[in-house]
């Protein structure tokens, strides 16, 4: 089945700790996006790529980095700098001249230990 | 800093009643525009998409779009229980870097 796979579901972050957060796809999407949802907001974007091997940053990407060494992956990291990590964390694809639809995977909720 | 506006709600419905959503944009350059449904603690789906002025239908779903009043909405027809959820409005920014702009969301209640 094509799809978008986040890893894990569930995460908790300690003091001072880095964690990553797993996204990858199997649809060939060229493009992808990492968001941050907190209660009752809207998505706020963090970073986004439209190639391999090239990204930019977002609204909110203070305390966050990515990588995209391959089409199909695109981790990030959430970085001891990011001072309140608690949220909903959404990776998204999409094919940009299909009219720039985004297709979500299910999420990762980071909470604080 | 371009901006998606939503009322936040809820708004809540009749069973078999119609719904209306409403989405307000300020990038004027902007030509996609699509509502995500998301259910609590789920990810948002695609329900429509829309690239042009008038109405674009889709079972008990119509997407409305009015481009010189930058504006965007939603209608539900025969809304269901099943239809509570919060609604976003997102809108493709302008400039070839294919970012979305989301709104805050509208949470739809469908009572029975």
């Known amino acids: 089945d094509g799809g978008i796979t986040q890893s894990p579901k569930y995460l908790f972050r300690k003091e001072g700790q880095n964690v990553t957060l797993s996204c990858e796809q199997n649809l060939n999407h060229d493009a992808m996006y990492w968001y941050r949802q907190d209660p009752g907001q809207g998505l706020r974007l963090i970073y986004y790529s439209q190639i391999v091997n090239d990204f930019q940053k977002g609204d909110i990407a203070e305390g966050y980095s990515v990588s995209r060494e391959k089409k199909e992956s695109f981790p990030l990291t959430v970085t001891s700098a990011q001072k309140n990590p608690t949220a909903f964390y959404l990776c998204?694809?999409?094919?940009?001249?299909?009219?720039?639809?985004?297709?979500f995977g299910a999420g990762t909720r980071l909470s604080v230990l | 800093q371009k901006e998606v506006e939503q009322n936040s709600g809820p708004l809540s419905v009749p069973e078999g009643a119609i719904a209306s959503l409403n989405c307000t944009y300020s990038d004027r350059g902007s030509q996609s525009f699509f509502w995500y449904r998301q259910y609590s603690g789920k990810s948002p789906e695609l329900i429509m998409s829309i690239y042009s002025n008038g109405d674009k239908e889709d079972g008990r779903f119509t997407a409305q779009l009015n481009k010189a009043s930058q504006y965007v909405s939603l209608l539900i027809r025969d809304s269901q229980p099943s239809d509570s959820a919060t609604y976003l409005c997102a809108v493709h920014s302008s400039g070839n870097t294919g970012k979305l702009i989301f709104g805050q969301g509208t949470t739809l209640q469908v009572k029975p």
């Open positions: 998204a694809s999409s094919i940009p001249d299909t009219g720039n639809i985004q297709y």
